[in-house]
């Protein structure tokens, strides 16, 4: 139990830091071949007009918004039926964690449009919401309908978007296409922080993210219980970027906290064979030689861990432990 327990400890502080932090680090979003083309100047317009269209009654944008969603992916569900999980009276709204647990419930992962960040572009966050669009995924966004100090919070579905006539289209309130002037519609997202979520069943896959927040997003899952649901959006976010440290780590810790030591054990190696000098997955792939009774092994890789960072205290500890 213990050493279960400072394994993940590690990781777990480790992930928090690298997704607090990864303003400051420049991090490679993961994009399909299709996504690196070289711009052109034609202009694009995309419409997605296969999802289900609930009318919001007052302050219900939450319900409405996520009973669309879900019934896109899964089963047909009415805002009525998930109202009481989203809808605050006291705030008349629903709060941003109130609709990523919602998605969670309903087997959908609730993944951000972008990294957390402390400077955010507006084209940038543009390019993405696009990127997901043509991907065929409707984004959820937050925006304020008003000024800043007397805001009007408001949901609303990205499902398209016209560059020669510079609007983007959305789903919102009683509309079910309702094209507004880009230019309009980033004035009230900039001054919701751009706030958007990419609710995606295991299968798909956000379009331009960056690994960390992929992660953050899956080990959520897990921390719900739906660890079959990450172990299989895991499978197919290597297999469209099996060069990703970041998630041959994740799957491997994933692997590592289900027992399945083979499986983390090779997840590790790749995420290794990419990035030598990473140590948290040295520390836990110690974990996993001792678990499979590979004593030596064990301290042999932690000391290699302590050689690149000898004033870790989490890998001093590890050792401590894997002496014992």
């Known amino acids: 139990m213990c050493r279960q327990t400072s394994c993940c400890l590690l990781l777990t502080l480790w992930m928090n830091l690298f997704v607090a932090g990864c303003a400051h680090h420049s991090l490679p979003l993961l994009s399909s071949p299709q996504e690196q083309a070289e711009p052109t100047e034609q202009h694009e317009s995309v419409l997605l007009v296969d999802l289900p269209f609930y009318p919001q009654t007052r302050y219900h944008c939450g319900p409405a918004v996520m009973a669309m969603l879900i019934s896109h992916y899964h089963e047909p569900i009415h805002p009525d039926q998930i109202a ?26 609730p993944y951000p ?59 919102s309130g009683n509309r079910r296409v309702y094209r507004v002037p880009e230019s309009l519609f980033l004035s009230t997202w900039e001054k919701a922080d751009y706030w958007a979520m990419v609710p995606l069943p295991a299968q ?20 719900v219980g739906h660890v079959s649901l990450a172990e299989t959006a895991y499978k197919h976010a290597i ?5 990703s440290v970041l998630l041959h780590f ?75």
Request: aromatic content about 8%; charged content about 25%; glycine content about 4%.
């Open 84 to 109: 009481d999980s989203l809808y605050l009276p006291k705030r008349k709204g629903s709060y941003t964690v109130e609709m990523r647990a919602v998605a969670r419930q309903h087997q959908l992962i």
């Open 239 to 243: 297999r469209e970027h099996p060069k």
């Open 204 to 223: 798909r896959l956000p379009a331009q993210l960056a690994a960390p927040s992929m992660v953050a997003a899956l080990e959520g899952m897990v921390e």
């Open 250 to 324: 994740g799957a491997g810790f994933l692997a590592h906290q289900k027992q399945q030591w083979k499986r983390a054990h090779d997840h590790y190696h790749t995420a290794l064979s990419l990035a030598p000098g990473f140590t948290p997955v040295l520390n836990n792939l110690a974990y996993i030689y001792h678990e499979m009774g590979e004593y030596e092994q064990a301290i042999n890789v932690i000391e290699r861990a302590l050689l690149l960072e000898p004033d870790n205290k989490g890998l001093r500890e590890s050792y401590r432990e894997l002496k014992r």
């Open 113 to 171: 449009l972008s990294p957390r960040s402390s400077v955010r572009s507006a084209q940038a966050e543009l390019s993405r919401l696009k990127a997901n669009i043509k991907r065929g995924q409707p984004v959820v966004v937050l925006q304020n309908l008003r000024v800043s100090f007397w805001p009007k919070w408001h949901y609303s579905i990205v499902v398209g978007f016209d560059e020669a006539a510079n609007t983007v289209v959305l789903t």
